[in-house]
């Protein structure tokens, strides 16, 4: 059962940016599907970005033009560039398959967007 591992949260400025990574513990190159999740407190978990295999990507509305989702194979790593952060981007973020594999969250990590 494959494992991810998030890094890259931090605290930033509005406008600010940040790179999230997410490790996996086993090959990503079979799963044709992965994505980013948040979850922002007392909310639910949301999806933010997907990137298949192939390299085609979707994003929610309220975050396209300013994150990238990319994924690299031969590393077993997904990232997430984030760019003109907005306080409503401050969240817990996970990255996962699509469909979400259950064992396989990770514990996140967290963005905080405020000045």
């Known amino acids: 059962q494959v494992q991810f591992v998030e890094s890259g949260g931090g605290l930033v400025q509005p406008g600010g940016s940040l790179r999230l990574s997410c490790a996996a513990s086993?090959?990503?190159?079979?799963?044709?599907?992965m994505g980013w999740y948040r979850q922002a407190p007392g909310k639910q978990r949301e999806w933010v970005a997907f990137i298949l295999s192939g390299g085609n990507t979707y994003y929610r509305d309220s975050v396209k033009g300013r994150f990238t989702i990319s994924r690299d194979n031969a590393k077993n790593t997904m990232y997430l560039q984030m760019n003109s952060l907005k306080p409503e981007d401050t969240a817990v973020y996970y990255c996962n398959s699509n469909p979400v594999r259950i064992g396989a969250w990770g514990q996140g990590t967290q963005v905080t967007v405020s000045s």
């Open positions: 086993a090959s990503i190159s079979g799963i044709a599907n």
